[in-house]
């Protein structure tokens, strides 16, 4: 395993970690607010169910590297399921975390593929076999 993958997948997990206790504490009106309206569940609901959520992904990526590939994708998975709710942060204009201007939110937009590839490479999902080819 990369030194660079592994430093990838260790600093992925500790934000996952730190920004699930964040869910679940000093800035869970922050995330409140990032809940689409549309949304069917609860706000507080959604709000901690995604900390724990975040909580166990990140230390399972961590504590697991056996389990990257896995916990790599269901990470990538989690991106993209939560990116309808950054979009609609866009659409509505909702201000949180410092985004503030219509701006700011499209710029985000663009951070969540990095994300899902972040979690990807540190799952080993980019690894090169001993041919030179790619491996799944």
């Known amino acids: 395993m990369s030194l660079l993958r592994t430093l990838a997948r260790v600093a992925l ?3 996952m970690v730190a920004a699930g206790i ?3 504490t000093t800035q869970r ?4 607010a990032q809940v689409p309206e549309w949304f069917p569940v609860d706000e507080d609901l959604t709000v901690l169910g995604s900390g724990v959520v975040e909580i166990a992904l990140g230390a399972t990526f961590i504590a697991l590297p056996r389990r990257k590939r896995l916990v790599g994708a269901l990470l990538a998975g989690f991106f993209v399921v939560i990116f309808p709710g950054n979009i609609a942060q866009y659409l509505e204009g909702t201000d949180a975390f ?6 700011k939110r499209l710029v985000r937009l663009f951070f969540q593929p990095v994300l899902v590839l972040w ?3 540190g799952g080993g999902w980019f690894r ?3 041919d030179g080819a790619g491996r799944p």
């Open 29 to 32: 009106e922050e995330f409140r």
């Open 128 to 130: 090169r076999g001993p």
């Open 22 to 24: 964040s869910h679940l």
């Open 98 to 103: 410092g985004l503030d201007t219509d701006r």
């Open 13 to 15: 997990g500790a934000a």
């Open 119 to 121: 979690a990807l490479f």
